[in-house]
């Protein structure tokens, strides 16, 4: 079955020479572990590079897509998400914004904190696997007043495993992951090192694409996400193959109350399992909020 | 897909216990490799995407080349059917040949004598600067012997450049849509014979619709059509009868200084 899915992986990804590369080198060995690269099931191992390929490619025309494909809606989540979270609100906070690399929610929370509380001593740590994407991150900063203070730094880091020298035990006051805990290999792995970097009485709070209920928006949603926005990348960036996994990632992501439960697994107290709760759809459950704090 | 027919899809889906639940309304299955099958919206979509992208960016040659096979149509069905009525033609779909430097031994050409077909195109690759390796495959035609149609139209563009003897320049390149229109009728030629202009200066658009564009069409749709022509079979053949019994004479294009340097004057092509 791997085999298969490998020859099936060699044709989406042919002009990409890395998939090949990756594709090639795993035997068809059916007992290794496997997880899901949109709707195709690779070996575990395999996933994090092939992310990483995904990324390269999508970085630096990220904007410019986010805002194609959502018709430039993504910014006004990102605006709930953090007014939501108010951050500065009780003092200055250390924040860590994972899978960040653009810097949106950093900028944002900056941002919030100075206008809405007059607070410049709340700082942002920005950590993304993708070297690509802290660059795209650190150019657009340096039009910021931020740059070169600090309130923002940028590291290369995997959300799994964040190395604990550099991110010691109990030390966050705030930890956002937005639209990026859908790429990574272990979800519960994320969980619980946000978990240990938090400090008790923290929030741990996620912006995901997740599932849409509502059946009639639900059919104009999958459309739109299989039809136009592959076709979208392909005009705009060349690159069909990295948008077609975006959208089938989403599809593959856990459903509400399944991440709400998984978020309590791994040591969070969080709402209840409905609508305003451990979560907050938005636009019909489009994208989500989730929320946890560590006690 | 329509409304209707998805609710129809979802009320299938709905009833338990039925082999319907899997059946879907369009073939997604690739037909070939690289085939990314298209619905008529997604089809129109990116013809329209394409269209206003490659105007913006004339780099983006997998786009021209998404609009090609977006907007071909009738003309490839057409394309084969001249192809299948000559005997060099029905060959060519039955070796289905591709044109790269894989397939096409460039020392050898190089090697050929003086006023050979061969030699003058390994000479008009020299001076151009073009490779044949750099064709996107095709992806969005959903016959396979439509999309070898598609594709052998492509690798063979050069061909028509050096048997026509125009350099790469955009006038050129405009010359050569125009010719390949009249002579096999691709809407993509078309488009891009009236969209293209549009990036000329005042001067290159007089060179191109006094001198080149007359001779185009009216060459291209006098000589033979040029896909039912299999190029690789021809090497040694002597370039001028090539073009002769084509039917494509007296070409009118303009070569740069800079590009004829490179190249002995005795190797020059004339123009008969």
């Known amino acids: 079955m791997s085999l298969s899915a490998s020859v099936h992986l060699r044709r989406c990804f042919a002009r990409n020479k890395t998939f090949v590369r990756c594709i090639n080198s795993s035997s068809s060995d059916t007992h290794r572990k496997t997880t899901s690269f949109g709707f195709q099931t690779v070996p575990e191992d395999a996933k994090e590079s092939m992310v990483k390929s995904v990324f390269d490619s999508v970085a630096s025309k990220y904007d410019l897509m986010n805002d194609a494909m959502s018709m430039g809606v993504h910014r006004l989540w990102k605006d709930q998400f953090v007014g939501d979270l108010k951050p500065g609100r009780r003092g200055p906070m250390r924040c860590i914004d994972v899978a960040g690399g653009t810097g949106d929610i950093a900028l944002r929370i900056l941002d919030f904190a100075r206008e809405k509380y007059a607070d410049r001593e709340t700082s942002v740590e920005v950590v993304d696997i993708n070297d690509q994407m802290l660059k795209e991150g650190f150019r657009r900063f340096k039009q910021t007043m931020y740059h070169n ?50 400090k008790p009485g923290a929030t741990f709070a996620c912006l995901e694409f997740s599932r849409v209920d509502n059946p009639l928006l639900g059919t104009l949603y999958d459309q739109y996400s299989f039809h136009i926005i592959p076709l979208l990348g392909t005009i705009l960036t060349g690159d069909r193959a990295s948008y077609q996994y975006l959208v089938e990632s989403i599809r593959k992501f856990p459903s509400q109350p399944d991440f709400a439960r998984m978020i309590r697994d791994a040591g969070f107290v969080t709402g209840k399992d409905i609508d305003g709760g451990a979560w907050t759809n938005l636009w019909g459950g489009v994208a989500c909020v989730h929320t946890g704090v560590k006690v | 897909m329509s409304l209707p027919r998805t609710l129809a899809r979802f009320s299938a889906a709905a009833k338990p216990n039925t082999a319907s639940m899997k059946t879907r309304l369009i073939n997604t299955t690739p037909a070939y490799p690289g085939h990314i099958p298209l619905n008529s919206f997604e089809n129109a979509f990116l013809a329209v995407g394409s269209a206003v992208m ?31 009525a000559s005997p060099e033609g029905r060959q060519i779909l039955k070796d289905r040949p591709r044109i790269n430097t894989q397939t096409v031994d460039m020392n050898a050409l190089a090697q050929l004598p003086e006023g050979t077909w061969g030699r003058t195109y390994k000479t008009w690759l020299e001076r151009t600067g073009v490779t044949p390796d750099s064709r996107e495959p095709v992806h969005y035609v959903d016959d396979p012997e439509l999309a070898y149609v598609m594709q052998r139209y492509r690798e063979c563009h050069d061909f028509y450049h050096s048997i026509c003897n125009f350099s790469v320049n955009v006038e050129s390149e405009l010359a050569i849509k125009y010719f390949e229109f009249a002579n096999l009728g691709l809407p993509l030629a078309a488009i891009s014979a009236i969209g293209g202009p549009l990036r000329l200066n005042a001067k290159k658009r007089s060179i191109l619709f006094s001198e080149y564009v007359p001779w185009a069409l009216k060459y291209g749709s006098t000589s033979q059509c040029l896909i039912t022509v299999y190029w690789e079979k021809r090497w040694e053949q002597n370039v001028d009868d090539l073009r002769t019994e084509l039917g494509i004479r007296d070409s009118p294009a303009r070569w740069s200084r800079k590009s004829s340097a490179t190249v002995e004057p005795s190797a020059e092509p004339t123009s008969t």
Request: proline letters at 9%.
């Open chain 2, 54 to 84: 490659s105007l913006l960016d004339p780099y983006r040659a997998d786009l021209i080349a998404a609009l090609g096979e977006t907007t071909a149509g009738p003309a490839l069905p057409r394309l084969r059917d001249i192809m299948l």
């Open chain 1, 149 to 198: 203070t600090p309130q923002i730094s940028f590291h290369e880091a995997n959300a799994q495993s964040l190395p604990a020298e550099q991110f010691p035990d109990n030390s966050y006051d705030l930890y956002t992951i937005a639209f990026g805990i859908r790429n990574v290999t272990s979800i519960p792995a994320v969980l619980e090192e946000a978990y240990r970097v938090l």
